[in-house]
Nanobody
């Protein structure tokens, strides 16, 4: 059973930066697509960024040019670098994984495993 752990959330001023981290199980790293999702209060969960086993990446239009997803294979860690943060970026951010090697899709329903979330507040 996959357990995901996110960290790095917090309170930041508009225009500031934050980096989120996610540590999936080491033995599943090469077999999963990974993604970042967010859910603001009263809104649907939405995809932010995703990366597959070949390194293909997808971003939501709302974060293109500001956010960057990356993987550190040596540390078995997924990152989301968030720059130029806006108040509308405030949400609970979730790390997610799906047992599929290819296709960095941004549909929450495609992902099988989820972390508990880390809160990001921009104000």
């Amino acid at each position: 059973h996959v357990q995901l752990v996110e960290s790095g959330g917090g309170l930041v001023q508009p225009g500031g930066s934050l980096r989120l981290s996610c540590s999936p199980p080491e033995d599943t790293w090469s077999l999963y697509c990974m993604g970042w999702f967010r859910q603001a209060q009263g809104k649907e969960r939405e995809g932010v960024a995703a990366i597959d086993s070949d390194g293909s990446i997808s971003y939501a239009d709302s974060v293109k040019g500001r956010f960057a997803i990356s993987k550190d294979n040596a540390k078995n860690t997924l990152y989301l670098q968030m720059n130029s943060l806006k108040p509308e970026d405030s949400a609970m951010y979730y790390c997610a994984a799906r047992k599929w090697k290819y296709g960095p899709v941004l549909f929450p329903n495609a992902y099988n495993y989820w972390g508990q979330g880390t809160q990001v507040t921009v104000s």
